[in-house]
């Protein structure tokens, strides 16, 4: 066989070898495009993956650092040449453009804040028209309780009506952010301020009464004295400590532990005190001053009264995903009426129920509410659930355990 026939054979073989090759990489490619979705869903995902990135600066506030760093993804979601977010006349933010780009920026940042509500988004042709540089701009508000507060301007070379609406959009969208964030900052503010109220709470009465059993024991038992002012001082150092929102359950424990130790100084042998604790709860987080309340609700309000007293029972169950914790006693009780208006806000008594009932549902949401038992001369019994699981709560402790 001549030699130029063999080498057009294996040139042919070379050929067909390569061609099933590119086919089967294609195939793959194509494979591969189906499992990432339509061109749609790409689009989705990358828009709500950028939106995604901006919103966790603009939550924390307006200031420079957030709006820098909400700028470039945000930039990225519109496809312009450069993006600035403005709060009043100052330019918190440009990213992309130059010096030029930032001195139109912040004449239109000023221009932007004397605006009213409801503008919509302006364009500006050639806003930007000197030397090689011509861009237009895109100028829409942002607002904050019904007042224009900032913009957010894109720039491009040349602006249509998709970028137009585009813009409008984000600025709407940076507003709902801030608002949020806003929203955010006052439930924190409110959770504080129930707080304090549970510890004037327990200021006045408790420790008037406290002081008034120690002092009793001072000439006739010396030791005993001593005893309680060392419960009395870990007592009032775990309520008054400043350091995070949660604790644990068998932190609360034990600061139950030293205030019903000072109050059975007082009772005698009228008060009388069951534990029942499941040991794998005691790691569980809870809110700060959560079950401590419930426990002195009991006692001011189920067994002081009474002049036999009587017997609360504390107890922390292990129920799978959940901890359950229950205060019982077996005093006086109330009407359901009473505790129904207690938990709405509308009673001036019992503020301590009232109180972690509403720190509860802000924490964990509306099905975590107290689960409150009792009718008049019935007793009382108030359960508490909560999710074993919190790491975002584990990680505010930082070292408070």
């Known amino acids: 066989m001549p030699e130029s026939v063999l080498m057009i054979g294996a040139a042919g073989i070379l050929l067909g070898v390569a061609i099933s090759a590119a086919f089967a990489f294609a195939r793959r490619l194509v494979r591969g495009s189906r499992e990432l979705g339509t061109d749609a869903e790409r689009a989705t995902y990358t828009t709500l993956h950028l939106a995604s990135r901006a919103a966790g600066h603009l939550r924390g506030g307006f200031d420079a650092a957030d709006a820098a760093k909400a700028a470039r993804p945000l930039r990225t979601l519109l496809g312009c040449e450069a993006l600035a977010i403005t709060n009043g006349p100052l330019v918190l933010a440009l990213d992309g453009g130059d010096d030029t780009v930032r001195a139109e920026a912040e004449r239109l940042a000023a221009s932007a804040a004397a605006t009213t509500p409801g503008r919509r988004a302006q364009l500006l042709r050639d806003a930007i028209g000197s030397g090689r540089t011509h861009l237009d701009a895109v100028v829409a508000p942002v607002t904050r309780g019904g007042a224009v507060t900032g913009s957010v301007i894109a720039f491009a070379p040349r602006a249509r009506a998709g970028l137009v609406r585009a813009t409008g959009e984000v600025a709407d969208w940076v507003s709902a952010q801030l608002e949020l964030g806003e929203l955010d900052a006052s439930r924190t503010a409110l959770a504080e301020l129930e707080l304090r109220a549970l510890r004037a ?196 402790m930082g070292g408070v355990r």
Do not use: C, W
């Not at 309000?301 to 922390?316: D, F, M, N, Y």
């Not at 109330?334 to 109180?355: C, K, M, T, W, Y």
């Not at 007793?379 to 584990?394: D, F, I, T, W, Y």
């Open 201 to 396: 709470q327990i200021s006045p009465h408790f420790i008037y009464n406290a002081l008034n059993a120690i002092a009793s024991f001072i000439n006739t038992d010396p030791a005993k004295a001593r005893e309680l002012v060392l419960e009395f001082a870990d007592f009032t150092r775990y309520s008054f400590r400043r350091q995070g929102d949660f604790t644990t359950v068998a932190e609360e424990l034990r600061s139950i532990h030293s205030y019903l130790q000072l109050e059975r100084a007082r009772f005698g042998e009228r008060l009388a005190v069951t534990l029942q604790i499941a040991p794998e709860v005691l790691s569980t987080v809870i809110p700060f001053l959560s079950v401590q309340p419930l426990v002195e609700n009991a006692v001011r309000h189920g067994l002081e009264s009474r002049e036999t007293g009587g017997r609360i029972t504390i107890s922390a169950d292990d129920a799978g995903g959940f901890a359950e914790i229950s205060v019982e006693d077996d005093g006086v009780g109330i009407d359901p009426a009473v505790v129904a208006e207690v938990l709405a806000g509308g009673a001036s008594e019992h503020v301590g129920l009232r109180n972690v009932d509403a720190r509860l549902r802000q924490v964990y949401g509306d099905e975590y509410g107290l689960i409150v038992e009792t009718n008049v001369g019935s007793g009382m019994l108030v359960r508490m659930r909560v999710p074993k699981s919190q790491p975002h709560h584990e990680l505010a």
